[in-house]
């Protein structure tokens, strides 16, 4: 009874909440805590409201109120106690007191400022070459939005070093490391990191990037993967030992995927009869979809899927949680290239099939 006193003391929260503007009415408080949103509501009176509860670790949380479709509050929910102030008449102009995660998200986002700026210019001329389907502005734009994920993450790694105690600190690499990263890339960061921080379930989450990451490195054996052919045949990666291997994660509904698939396709038509293969694996959760988009895009190689989505075996095993994401095997299946796209890849593999054949 004491244990279980002390962790729920550890993860309670109260959000106590001041508005002008109001005097009733009700307000409700989103958590999104993973996979899952928790919610709930509660009434005003005179302006005052509270909510009450417990999180195991800071989580993005909303707070919104009945016909204000457009008018929020967001911040971090985490064990506290927290005031927020404002006028209800503008949702989105609340502050939060309490808490050291959203003063400590503050400096974050001023310090991100100029990236998010572009980040945000980026988008809306993402969004208007997908409404007139200008595939070569959106493949630009796709090389852009790398870069700006590497300046992000060099803002979130001063930041880390700046503030090693910071909870914010440990949620922002994983936020900004969680795709398209390697080991090498996260493990100074968390070396940074206060021991209270390491033991706590955001720096166990690190670790456990960091530990996927080192199973996947470029020189390592590529994990097996196992699971059904659209004709609902099992079919392993480690049966292709023996040619070069693409492993392409993807999916019908990804817009970039099925942008990248015809330069896939040009690499295959072009190296097939030279040792390389394409094992692909769908993210696809709707087996129709996921054959019709075989079939329209001419994928003419191994596919495989659990049609689980995002819950596909290979996230957690590789720690895809981006795509299209791939991975190159040599004939031993070694990891020898990783996320190679377009040119990228037909040079990789003239460099690979060309001194094989010497």
Same mark, same amino acid.
């Given at each position: 009874?004491?244990?279980?006193t002390?962790?729920?003391? $550890?993860s309670?929260?109260?959000?106590k /909440?001041k508005l002008e503007?109001i005097?009733s009415g009700?307000i409700? &408080? ?6 899952k ?5 509660t009434?005003?009176? #005179?302006g005052?409201?509270k909510?009450?509860?417990?999180v195991?670790?800071p989580f993005?949380?909303? *707070?919104t109120?009945?016909?204000k479709?457009d008018?929020?509050?967001?911040f971090?929910?985490e064990?506290?106690n927290m005031?927020?102030l404002g006028r209800a ?5 609340l502050?939060? @007191? /309490?808490?050291h995660?959203?003063d ?6 001023? %310090?991100?400022?100029?990236v998010?700026?572009?980040e945000?210019?980026?988008s809306?001329?993402?969004e208007a ?5 200008n595939k070569?502005v959106?493949?630009?734009l796709d090389?852009?939005?790398?870069k700006? *994920? &590497?300046e992000k993450?060099k803002v ?5 070093k ?10 922002a690499?994983?936020e900004?490391f ?13 070396n940074? &990191? #206060?021991?209270?921080i390491k033991n706590?379930?955001k720096?166990?989450?690190i670790?456990?990037?960091i #530990?996927?990451?080192s199973?996947?490195?470029v =020189?390592?054996?590529?994990? $097996?993967i196992?699971?059904l052919?659209p004709?609902?045949?099992q079919?392993s990666?480690s049966?292709?030992k =023996?040619?070069?291997v693409?492993?392409d994660? !993807?999916a019908s509904w990804? =817009?970039p995927? %099925? %942008?990248?698939n015809?330069?896939?396709v040009?690499a ?5 009869d030279?040792g390389?293969t394409?094992?692909g694996?769908?993210y $696809?959760? @709707?087996? $129709? ?5 075989i079939k ?10 659990d049609?689980?989505? !995002? ?5 957690d095993?590789? /720690?895809?949680?981006?795509i299209?994401s791939?991975l &190159?095997l040599?004939?031993?299946g070694?990891?020898?290239a990783?996320?190679?796209? =377009? ?12 001194s094989?054949s010497?």
């Open positions: 009874m004491l244990s279980f002390v962790k729920a003391q $550890d309670a929260f109260t959000i /909440g503007k005097k009700t409700y &408080l989103s958590i999104y805590e993973d996979a949103t928790l919610k709930d509501s009434s005003i009176k #005179d005052n409201f909510f009450s509860g417990f195991t670790s993005f949380a909303t *707070l109120m009945p016909k479709k008018d929020y509050f967001t971090y929910i064990p506290a005031l927020v008449d503008s949702l989105k102009l502050s939060i @007191k /309490g808490s995660v959203n400590d998200d503050k400096m974050l986002k001023e %310090r991100l400022k100029s998010s700026k572009w945000s210019a980026n809306k001329i993402y070459a997908y409404k007139e389907k070569q959106m493949d630009s090389e852009v939005d790398n700006i *994920l &590497l993450r979130v790694a001063d930041f880390v700046d503030h090693p105690a910071s909870m914010r600190a440990a949620m690499i994983t900004n969680r795709y398209y990263a390697e080991a090498s890339d996260v493990e100074p960061l968390y940074y &990191l #206060d021991e209270k706590s379930p720096g166990k989450e670790k456990q990037m #530990d996927v990451y199973a996947v490195a =020189g390592k054996q590529a994990p $097996d196992s699971q052919t004709d609902s045949n079919l990666l049966s292709l =023996g040619k070069y693409l492993v994660f !993807w990804c =817009g995927c %099925r %942008r990248e015809p330069n896939i040009a295959y038509n072009q190296f097939k030279k390389f394409v094992f694996v769908s $696809d959760s @709707k087996k $129709d979809r996921w054959i019709k988009a329209d895009d001419h994928l003419d190689w191994y596919q495989v899927s049609l689980q989505g !995002w819950k596909n075996a290979t996230s095993q590789y /720690g895809i949680k981006a299209p791939n &190159l040599d004939k031993d070694v990891i020898v990783k996320n190679i796209f =377009g040119e990228n890849l037909t040079h990789k593999l003239e460099e690979l099939l060309n094989n010497k």
